[in-house]
């Protein structure tokens, strides 16, 4: 099955710096690439999310890159901000949009310093 | 606003007990799934189902089982919990044809002592 490795796991930066969240997949028919937030004591939400005909999307400070090839995808978040403090999950899904459901990474907990 | 709830949102059972968690729906999504979390694991894939007919395994269905009452409901149980299920549960929905990836309900936190 699919298996997919986030890093890092805890990641902390400065208030206004960027933030690169990086996750790798291991089978080749994957082709949806979500990214869900999820504050304390929250529900995972969606913030954005990649299909594999497309190298990059953007959605205001937030972006997502791809790289089948390597089979790699990365979130990145530029001035980030204190609300952006949250724990962030990359997946994976052959179906179309993850239908049939998602391989999640383990999480990464971003922690942004005022 | 449309939504996913689950009940119980908490719930502290005893070890070999048989426990039902519910899952509804009013976002008119087709597909919905359970998933399991804990810490530093992420989100594991228990069972999803695509409509009332259709139940799939996911990747650890082990000592769970589904019911897909109605399109708008899905149920999971634990027939003999056990410590080791102590857990975060979550259901979820998704709309094959927006297919804009899954959407979660509040959770239920789930002790078994």
């Known amino acids: 099955g699919e298996n997919v490795e986030q890093h890092p796991s805890t990641l902390s930066v400065q208030e206004g710096d960027s933030a690169v969240i990086k996750c790798t997949y291991s089978?080749?028919?994957?082709?949806?690439f979500p990214w869900y937030k999820q504050e304390l004591g929250k529900r995972p939400q969606l913030i954005i999310d990649i299909r594999s005909n497309v190298g990059e999307k953007k959605d205001q400070r937030i972006a997502v890159t791809l790289n089948k090839t390597a089979k790699h995808f990365s979130l990145h978040i530029t001035e980030t901000q204190p609300e952006d403090s949250a724990v962030y999950f990359c997946?994976?899904?052959?179906?179309?949009?993850?239908?049939?459901?998602?391989?999640f990474g383990k999480g990464t907990h971003l922690i942004i310093q005022p | 606003d449309a939504d996913v709830t689950q009940t119980p949102r908490n719930r502290i059972t005893k070890t070999g007990k048989r426990i039902m968690l519910e899952c509804s729906q009013t976002?008119?999504?087709?597909?919905m799934y359970w998933y399991r979390q804990d810490p530093g694991l992420g989100l594991r894939l228990i069972y999803y189902s695509f409509d009332v007919k259709d139940i799939n395994k996911g990747e650890i269905s082990d000592g769970y089982s589904v019911s897909r009452q109605a399109q708008a409901k899905f149920s999971l149980s634990l027939e003999s919990a056990i410590p080791n299920q102590t857990a975060l549960y979550f259901c979820a929905t998704s709309d094959l044809v927006a297919g804009a990836g899954a959407f979660f309900g509040q959770g239920t936190r789930l002790t078994v002592v």
């Open positions: 089978d080749s028919a994957s082709n949806y």
């Open positions: 976002k008119g999504h087709d597909r």
């Open positions: 997946a994976a899904s052959k179906g179309g949009g993850g239908a049939d459901g998602l391989t």
